[in-house]
């Protein structure tokens, strides 16, 4: 990280403990951008890098040990505990932080932040840069802020082996729990029966949190893009469209799969489905080193489109429809996103010249495209009314091409069925 700057002092802050409710808290998840840096997982922590010339200096501030806070959320690492656990070059108690920062900034011109952080740890550094400032005798006082989040996650976007690896588990829990949701299914169950069923299989497996809210939709619930009500019956003849994924490590993964309630697709579901994966699988195909995202999208798009036409839900030229952004109506969203520390990861989609980033081995992107017919759309054949379906993978762009982390999870109509009936 320091060798992305001249010089300067790097200063994040953990992330902030959330109240629930009255003296209730939401199970603590560290800032991504501070976990990346020194992946310490508590709160009220800061973490300091500085560049001086060519010697650098990484510092890390952390709650002292407190017996009356063990005794009732259990022992902190404390300063000791931090400085063997971590490779940084100092560890600090918090309590010191005040007076340390401002030493550090008394040397240098130069701060980067997360411009989005309002913590009072921040507030407090630019209280010290103002301080000094104010005070006679010193020379050199701050003079450039920048926004250090787009080092950070220019350098997200490329995920080690080790990053790779807790994706990978991720996945494989998450595999599970889909193909266990498959064959649990019945008509009559409620959504969050199988929310339920795969919240198991991650918790029993020591994935602590899922990646994002769950998304079991039964029916035209699918039409909803981010329906997490999840309480509806499952019913007889409907498909369900489950996006739900755990993460490990903090490291996320991000499946959808679009199955029928009863196990047995329809000829119109299967119709639908089947143009869903068909544009999956070649978008996939095109994924390699050297590709645009941008022409990615666009290719994804003129599949989605000619999918659409081919099923007679749109009629007329492919382009003029293009152009006039019909396929939209019926698929809304993006090809895909990356993916990593968070499910969205707030990676760089484009250069600094604002040009398509180009894909490059190390990368991780969703693919998951997906039609989506509304119940009450009457310009659309009766058949098709009501069935909403994506197909989501989790893609690597390796040296040679790509590789699709999670192909193990089932997602052609005869190993579906197969799944659902508890064949496979
Ligand atoms: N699960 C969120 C997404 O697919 O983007
Ligand atoms: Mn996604
Ligand atoms: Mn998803």
């Not at 050199?140 to 690896?165: A, F, G």
């Not at 991650?202 to 769950?214: K, P, V, W």
């Not at 195909?285 to 599949?303: F, N």
Request: proline letters at 3%.
């Amino acid at each position: 990280m320091l060798n992305s700057i001249e010089e300067g002092v790097i200063l994040f802050s953990s992330a902030p403990s959330k109240t629930r409710s009255n003296d209730t808290e939401y199970p603590y998840r560290q800032n991504s951008d501070f976990y990346y840096l020194c992946g310490f997982e508590e709160a009220n922590s800061v973490l300091i890098l500085v560049k001086t010339g060519e010697s650098t200096r990484t510092l890390l501030y952390v709650e002292p040990h407190s017996e009356e806070f063990a005794l009732w959320n259990g022992a902190r690492l404390g300063v000791e505990g931090a400085m063997k656990r971590f490779s940084v070059d100092e560890v600090h108690s918090m309590l010191e932080y005040p007076n340390h920062i401002k030493e550090i900034l008394r040397e240098h011109i130069a701060l980067y932040i997360d411009f989005q952080d309002d913590s009072s740890i921040l507030k407090l550094a630019q209280q010290s840069a103002k301080d000094l400032r104010e005070t006679r005798g010193v020379k050199r006082t701050l003079r450039c802020l920048h926004d250090v989040t787009y080092l950070i996650r220019s350098q997200r976007l490329i995920k080690s082996p080790e990053e790779i690896e807790a994706i990978r588990h991720a996945i494989s829990l998450t595999a599970s729990a889909h193909h266990e949701a498959m064959k649990q299914c019945k008509s009559g169950l409620r959504e969050f029966e199988l929310q339920a069923s795969m919240s198991y299989i991650f918790l029993s497996n020591g994935a602590m949190s899922e990646a994002y809210g769950a998304i079991v939709a039964g029916g035209n619930n699918a039409n909803t893009l981010h329906y997490v009500d999840n309480h509806d019956v499952l019913k007889e003849g409907d498909l369900v469209l489950i996006d739900a994924a755990c993460e490990w490590e903090l490291y996320a993964s991000d499946i959808t799969r679009t199955f029928p309630v009863n196990g047995k697709f329809s000829d119109a579901q299967r119709k639908v489905y089947e143009k869903v994966l068909d544009v999956q699988l070649r978008v996939i195909e095109a994924m390699k080193p050297g590709v645009k995202r941008d022409w990615l999208q666009r290719y994804s798009e003129e599949l989605l489109c000619q999918a659409l036409i081919d099923l007679g839900i749109l009629s007329g030229d492919r382009e003029a429809l293009m152009e006039a952004k019909a396929h939209k109506k019926y698929a809304p969203h993006g090809i895909g996103h990356w993916m990593g520390l968070d499910v969205h990861d707030p990676c760089p989609y484009v250069d600094d010249a604002g040009e398509s980033l180009v894909f490059q081995a190390g990368m991780v992107m969703t693919i998951e495209p997906g039609i989506y017919i509304r119940a009450d759309d009457a310009s659309v054949p009766e058949k098709y009314r009501g069935i909403g379906i994506r197909i989501e993978d989790d893609i690597l762009i390796t040296e040679e091409g790509c590789e699709n982390l999670s192909s193990m999870i089932v997602k052609t109509v005869e190993d579906i069925e197969a799944m659902c009936a508890n064949q496979l």
